[in-house]
């Protein structure tokens, strides 16, 4: 990554193949049998690794693949399997219950849940699909996971070796479509396998060897549990082979070289944190090779319940979950100190020449991503003392995975939608500096609009500061080290900083927007009636698109909450991300003796976290089927349906490119009231109780009952 002119960028290398071996996160395991988890993995990862060596050595690949995933934090597995599959739903019966499955009745909805658990639990979630027509169906949340760098693995089951070259009908170019949306592509199988006919080459593929292979000792489950720690850190497919082989690079290359001279298609992961391990059927049933002496692992501790629920009460997240997080290297660390002390001069710099009134854009402001907006390990604590101490405007992603919200936090300025707005909301500021976040460009290229929103700084070349997350992990730092350090850097200003006490207004006091009056129900009012109402440490999952808009505003000071957006811009991801959160939830309270219990149960004891689906209604059409889930499982799940009975975001694109009108052939296609969508049907004829409201009032009483009831409830908003 080359450094831009106009700005300074913690970046110790100029190639991205250059990053720190994942081997550093890993650790190896003494015993020469695989570790297969018992009851107590219910109980999370560590419990499940301290009762793996009382389970019996699995007989089949796929159960040694399983129970690598499980050594890695892999507990619930979302699930549309098919023949090919069959032999790890097998692995899931012998293995009951470490690893929860969760039918999901369409792969979109299984990929997009896996997400949601994963943003949730902050550990890697499973999918299991169908042939490559199963992965092509969960594309497009598989899009939104990899924008969000989400660690999901996709489990992918494949023809038999020996059948591929039969081209039976459901034969198709795995490797490749897994390529478009993965950061990492493996192959459990040997490196003689029959090319699949008409085959076209794209890139590089890693061979995880299965039994038969003489150049390879690790075996699939080896290959998966590499795969793993690729997901949580972020790195390319021939990385994450030299983590788990300890002969290093060079054999990752010859994996890779393998594969092309045995004919395979050549693979070119697009990179980010979803990981795809394709399963050939044989590989599923033959025993597993013999299990190597080192096997990588990670030494994982259960996040909180607080951590997974939100609900802005800092809790400690592993760093061994953390994405990118290595083991520090003292030559990176310094690096990183002293771009600190740098960027902490261009902060006070800005604040002298804004507080001395000079001219020009004037001011900081600190653009924050991924990581750097979570409460866990203080990392909005952190940004908070920095805003306070500087004068600098806290600003986020548009389209950020997770956002920790409410009183007590910081408040958030999220950058605009369309191009020129949020260019001319950067352009106000003489220092920007970026934390875990990419510098932000337009989602489209628009007429006479900028495509990069962050412009030159032509006469000020120090006016925008960026902290590479690889570079960050090459230091063993995490956003959160980052923002503390910057904090101390500071001085005693920053350090004296107290939350509501003498922060100047960055942090949010308790403040609720009061529920309108009676009337008509407008997509204004329905944002502020449920920020007034909704319950603290809930996780709103916001797809709500136009209707929406007034929400962000209107719940800043809501008790603390979890905030989940649509990062890639793939709609018909709230719904399925909702189920995988409630999933996530459940999990965490089980594990913490909540009074929730698992999914399914009866809710006894305190009320279970509630996870809250904002929702437009033509993107909900595309995931309908995750409302079966989240009743099969009784989940806690209210889902607002916001229904305009249009695309309206294609009538404003419209507008915004000054379309000549809107003809017959615009309205045809984003109109969606001939017929109009019955919610309340649609939803019962899946298990989930609703209603339809069109008043404030109605759409208030409504919502207090669905808060509190056991299980999922739908309203249907019609605005």
Same mark, same amino acid.
């Given at each position: ?10 970046? #110790? ?18 015993? %020469? ?12 990862? &560590? ?6 060596? /009382? ?9 040694? #693949? =399983? ?53 949730? &639990? ?10 490559? @027509? ?19 693995? *996709? ?10 070259? *039969? ?5 198709? @170019? ?20 029959? @090319? ?11 061979? /995880? ?6 150049? %390879? ?28 082989? +300890?002969?290093? +690079? ?32 044989? !590989? ?6 013999? %299990? ?22 800092? /809790?400690?997240?592993? %760093?061994?979950?953390?994405?990118? #997080?290595?083991? +520090? *290297? ?8 002293a771009f600190v002390r740098d960027c902490a001069a261009a902060l006070l710099r800005a604040k002298s020449r804004r507080d001395g009134g000079a001219g020009g854009s004037g001011g900081a402001a600190l653009y924050l991503g991924g990581e750097a907006l979570l409460a866990a390990d203080g990392a909005l604590l952190a940004a908070g003392q920095i805003a306070a101490a500087t004068g600098a405007v806290l600003l986020c992603e548009g389209a950020f995975a997770r956002a920790d919200r409410g ?71 995490s956003a959160a080290t980052a923002l503390h350090r910057l904090a101390a850097a500071l001085g005693p200003a920053a350090a004296a900083v107290r939350p509501l006490v003498n922060c100047g207004g960055v942090f949010v006091p308790p403040r609720r927007p009061a529920v309108p009056p009676p009337g008509r129900l407008t997509a204004a009012a329905l944002c502020a009636v449920l920020a007034a109402l909704q319950p603290e440490g809930a996780v709103v999952v916001d797809e709500s698109l136009t ?34 959160? /409630?999933?996530?939830l459940a999990a965490a309270e089980q594990r913490d003796g909540g009074g929730g219990g698992g999914a399914g149960g009866d809710g006894g004891g305190e009320a279970r976290r509630r996870v809250i689906n904002l929702q437009a209604d033509g993107s909900a059409m595309y995931s309908l089927q995750a409302l079966w889930s989240q009743a099969r499982d009784q989940l806690p799940i209210t889902t607002i349906i916001c229904a305009n009975s249009s695309y309206a975001i294609l009538r404003v694109e419209?507008?915004?490119?000054? !379309? ?21 049907? =649609? ?12 008043? $404030? ?15 999922? $409830? ?6």
């Open positions: 990554m080359a450094q831009a002119p106009d700005s300074h960028r913690l970046n #110790l290398s100029d190639d991205p193949d250059d990053m720190q071996p994942l081997a550093a996160t890993t650790r190896a395991s003494s015993s %020469s049998a695989a570790p297969a988890p018992l009851a107590a993995a219910a109980a999370g990862p &560590a419990a499940a690794a301290v009762a793996a060596t /009382a389970a019996p050595t699995p007989t089949t690949g796929a159960e040694a #693949l =399983l129970l690598t995933a499980v050594r890695y934090g892999a507990d619930v597995c979302f699930a549309n399997p098919g023949t090919t599959e069959m032999w790890m739903v097998a692995a899931m019966d012998r293995l009951w219950p470490a690893v929860r499955p969760v039918l999901c009745l369409h792969e979109n909805v299984a990929t997009g849940a896996a997400d949601g658990y994963a943003r949730i &639990a902050r550990r890697p979630a499973l999918t299991l699909l169908h042939l490559g @027509p199963g992965l092509a169906n969960g594309l497009a949340n598989l899009h939104n996971a990899r924008r969000a760098r989400t660690p999901v693995v *996709n489990l992918v089951g494949d023809m038999a070796t020996w059948h591929r070259a *039969n081209d039976p009908p459901l034969n198709s @170019p795995l490797e490749a479509l897994a390529a478009t949306v993965s950061g990492s592509v493996v192959v459990a199988g040997t490196r003689q396998q029959p @090319p699949r006919p008409g085959a076209s080459p794209s890139g590089d593929v890693a061979v /995880a060897d299965g039994a038969g292979s003489a150049d %390879s000792d690790m075996g699939p489950a080896g290959r998966l549990g590499a795969a793993l720690a690729a997901a949580l850190g972020s790195g390319p497919s021939r990385e994450f082979v030299a983590a788990a082989d +300890p002969s290093g +690079p060079a054999a990752a290359e010859g994996a890779a070289a393998a594969a092309m001279a045995a004919g395979g298609p050549e693979v070119r992961p697009v990179g980010g944190s979803v990981v795809t391990v394709i399963v050939p059927h044989d !590989l599923s049933w033959e025993p597993p090779p013999p %299990s190597p002496p080192l096997v990588a692992s990670l030494s994982l501790s259960s996040p909180s319940t607080s951590s997974a629920a939100g609900g802005g009460r800092p /809790a400690a997240v592993p %760093s061994a979950v953390t994405p990118g #997080l290595t083991e +520090p *290297n003292s030559e990176a660390a310094a690096a990183a100190e009183a007590g936090l910081p408040a958030l300025r999220r950058l605009p939608y369309f191009p020129q707005e949020a260019a001319a909301e950067l352009a106000r500021y003489g220092c920007v500096v970026l934390v875990d976040a990419k510098p932000p460009v337009a989602n489209f290229g628009y007429k006479g609009a900028p495509g990069r929103l962050l412009a030159p700084h032509d006469d000020d070349p120090s006016a925008v500061w960026e902290f590479d997350p690889a570079a960050l992990s090459a230091a063993g730092w209707s929406g808009s007034s929400y962000w505003e209107a719940s800043k000071g809501c008790p603390p909450f979890v905030h989940l957006t649509l990062t890639g811009g793939a709609i018909g991801s709230g719904p399925p991300m909702a189920l995988g959160a /409630a999933v996530a419209a507008a915004r490119q000054r !379309l000549p009108g809107m003809g017959p052939a615009t309205r045809v296609l984003t109109d969606l009231s001939s017929p109009r969508l019955d919610w309340v049907s =649609l939803a019962a004829g899946m298990g989930v109780p609703g209603c339809k409201v069109d008043t $404030v009032e109605d759409f208030a009483r409504e919502l207090e009952a669905a808060l509190v009831a056991p299980g999922p $409830v739908l309203i249907q908003a019609d605005l």
